[in-house]
């Protein structure tokens, strides 16, 4: 299913090269303010973003097609569109003809039998990420602004000192991957369930859903394996649940314990690698060299924060409501 | 929701110190040869099981009250029942007013507003992870022969030696933690969407439902964040799909590519160290030291892979059903 | 699906002649009381139950397995068994040979390629109305106090004097149906949503899980087919919005209006009639005469009611949830 | 929630006088031919549609944005739009201090504390049964051509000659009902299931999103509530599982017989009569007269039909490729 959450719930659709994307989200409570300014700021994090860059705010311009009425929420399920306007036309034949090495084409293909609308990655574009971006907009704002989510590219190319790790890769001509830290403040003690939908079940869920990410940890996370019980349990130190340490990383049994919530992901260098690769020829049924053609970005990671960020809130936003059916 | 999956649909139900626990499974094929005695393997793995232990046959001895007539499944819901024979009586109010360290105890205690049943961790025991495995039996049953789940310690307390590890742990008298490897061949190409329900997404999402895991990395990981594109990219070599390399842990763009599946994950040290340790105590109003009392697994991490296998198991099954709706 | 609901969560299982029934409830809310005396009413209440029966608290005897501690549900997934213990040796063969007319026996050997459990209707026997009005038990406490729910025969083979109907049919020795009407007061207004989960779309959905119901009319249902718009109108006369008439039998739009909410639903006469039938004969390859054998209610709608009650209070249960999200 | 469906999953957004209306819906396998031709028809089926009528093809002209490449689905979400282009500018105070009886208005004030989009109904209109009409265009074509679905108004206000019954209605000036009855031929054995998705349960879900739909009934329906069981059960005639008669509107325990599928619903008298009536006044706090404005249909069953079948192939199409899970 292309969908997430249980009351919460999101649904994107588009593709690269169709005439627009979107997503529509189901379950937004009613009488939260909502205007498209408020899509603005996480919009253009999205964005290529080098320094320097010039602000395009006419791009990626949101229209909200539903569930908006007078600048709020109606209740009803409310829908974003973005127009893809900078679609050009290419040699897709060659494309269909050499799935990229590291990218879907080559499963979406054999999944779909074909069918997949394979012109610039399609449905599984970045793009798409968009739509998620958006959506994660209306998440925060049904946290509310007690919670606070905040991601951030930590490590580049194995490299703390991320403008050294681009001007590298930049010498290089070889992509790059990196560690992006996601963290929340704010959060109630109580998100997630024991079994199944674990906090850390739900945000893995959501957050695998970004693409190019391959791995999570949550608190000290695999640097937990080679610790002894008695360094990473964490202390709690009041009523409220605060803890001295947060090896945690803010979940207890699955459940979110008052105390902030962070997670490391991994993102994977990507795909589209200026360097020369070998990969299969659909045509000519050899594997051949091949070179990707266009620009791309050379360390997808700088742009994965803002969108971390939304899966995060998407899944946060849908643990809260269900939390407070219980109310 | 203490469900998982939207067509092989899981529930576990069950305490600690419950008359019984079990698992309901909605969703599972007519047809499938089942009896008792295919759980008796899996179940085993599971118990404590050091080197010379008596095998314990009479114990945890599954009741499959639904869903099988003379031994093949009926397409009705499949219920598994075990009985909780050793329950002890213990100084509950003790447990109850000292919340352990790195357990669910506190915010347990919290969420459901003291209504949780407390004795032994309730609901959120390790207990349950029994009817876990017996989901994952018969998950693997729906999977067929072809596909082969296996998981296994390979790192305990930071040590590839596990042996040594874990008679460091006893020396030392402090838990440890471990690394867990879970691979999967013989799945065929395209379980997973794009969005959503990537295969990471539902295998995470199933995996982060084994109690004492933080982590979870596929194929390279979060090595992957220190690779360059050329590096990392696996070339494809021929019409099935198979790659050179397997960085991608089988997955491409959330889909399976027909290579081996494989993921690392982290399993925390156990919570409960004998050493001694600081927490809240809810009657005095304070932070106080105290030791856990009772025998526990030093390195919970011996116990997780055929938990690992079963919740994997779980998540494949229910991709593949998906699957097999648009053939 | 063997399973009802977003939030309160209902899964039934068991057949006729297996070792027992259940029903496990996920998102009941912690520190609602309950304990097996809450049951005994509704059970005695589905039982054959005709005048002068003998109590016999001593069978259905409910067994809550899980969910509960110290008499209050505690917020983990409720367990709820009951024995099977009255299940008698026949010769099932002959069941087997000849699907019985207007039962599921053919469709379910076809659906199950064989596999089902056919002892006594296996999964789709009657029995499992026991795990569903256990399961009612638990939405009514849910729903609390305010909100009753009462359902009566209030028709049998077309016979308002129901007395008469059920003597008729004893003389002809042939099985009748009946009209059960449901209705509920005390409900907040605002349960249900404009499209897909109208508050109608979701009782109905639970409605049409109870055997042999054929037809269900929310207020007027088919009488307003034939009614004008001016006296099918209920007016509104006050703030609250409380109608003048109720013949939207207090749904509009989908969504609960805090008026009385009542629907009929049709009974089908029972299959099991006495009279000889034709049917097919899976052995012979020919159509045959047969006649059920064993006792049966000539008139099962009589034991509808507490059933239909069972399903709204489930629907409604979920409904009252999801809406509790939002606040 | 506004969605429907497990895996042919729909989501219908959009207000009355939004800038557009839509449907997504996941789960569409890969490979179906469809095009925006294929809507032509059912589209117009569904407009005012009053013999002679000039067919206006300019006006709801649907716009796939996703999920289809080169005529044929793709596998991803589908997405498509509808303009509204008819919307007048209106005295909507007055519409928001008048609620007006047998309308959500009310209801959806109190529920969304007023933030809704009161406007032409918002996304309760009538307008919105567009989309199910287009999201029913998909389904069929995933059922395939075998499978037909046909649904006609066969009774308005209380008359079978329906073109006097609407002759009469013009005349008195006041709204009518009427009853329209469904059938589905060429449909497989064994789609829904023995509890809770039955086939009654899920196709009557999918029908009550349906507005002014007050009841339904499958087979015989409400007259079996007054039939004997000799003259209900249906005979099985054949290995194929034809019967002599169809009492049961082709379903036996909640499963499809391959018989052909029929029910009937209920259709109310038009809400918005010519009539004056009497209402609630959010306004003067007081019970008026009142008359509702513009032109509307005086008897909206006869517009039923097409959405009817919509509805009724969105479920089928879910449960079938449910039953194809476990193929």
Chains 1, 2, 3, 4 share one sequence.
């Not at 971006?133 to 049904?142: D, I, L, R, T, Y």
């Not at 190319?157 to 930049?170: C, L, P, S, T, V």
Request: glycine share 12%; net charge negative; charged share 20%.
């Amino acid at each position: 299913m292309n969908s997430f959450g249980r009351i919460f719930r999101v649904t994107i659709f588009g593709e690269s090269h169709g005439p627009m994307i979107g997503v529509t989200i189901d379950g937004v409570p009613a009488g939260i303010s909502l205007s498209k300014e408020d899509f603005y700021a996480d919009i253009e994090r999205r964005k290529a973003g080098a320094a320097g860059t010039t602000p395009r705010k006419e791009e990626d311009e949101p229209k909200i097609i539903s569930g908006v009425f007078n600048d709020f929420t109606t209740g009803a399920p409310l829908t974003i569109l973005f127009e893809n306007n900078n679609v050009q036309s290419k040699d897709y034949d060659a494309i269909k003809a050499v799935p990229r090495p590291g990218h879907a084409d080559f499963v979406l293909n054999r999944k779909f039998k074909g069918f997949n609308d394979y012109r610039g990655g399609g449905h599984s574009s970045g793009r798409l990420t968009l739509a998620l971006v958006a959506a994660g907009v209306v998440a925060k704002k049904v946290l509310g602004d007690q919670i606070k989510i905040s991601a951030a590219l930590t490590e580049a190319g194995g490299n703390k000192d991320i403008e050294a790790a681009i001007q590298a890769a930049i010498e290089n001509q070889d992509s790059i991957g990196g560690i992006v830290t996601c963290s929340v403040t704010g959060l109630p003690l109580g998100l997630g369930e024991p079994f199944f939908d674990s906090a850390e079940s739900v945000i893995s869920h959501a957050i695998f859903s970004v693409p190019a990410i391959k791995g999570i940890e949550f608190g000290s996370g695999f640097k937990a394996a080679a610790m002894k019980g008695s360094e990473h349990n964490d202390a709690i130190i009041n009523e409220r649940g605060d803890t001295a340490t947060n090896n945690a990383g803010g979940i207890n049994g699955g459940i979110t314990n008052g105390n902030e919530l962070y997670f490391h992901i991994a993102v994977k260098p990507t795909s589209s690698t200026p360097k020369e690769q070998k990969t299969w020829n659909e045509q000519t049924k050899s594997v051949e060299s091949f070179t990707v053609k266009g620009r791309h970005d050379l360390c997808i990671a700088l742009r994965v924060p803002v969108v971390a960020e939304a899966a995060t809130a998407i899944a946060l936003a849908d643990l809260l409501q269900i939390v407070n059916c219980y109310k």
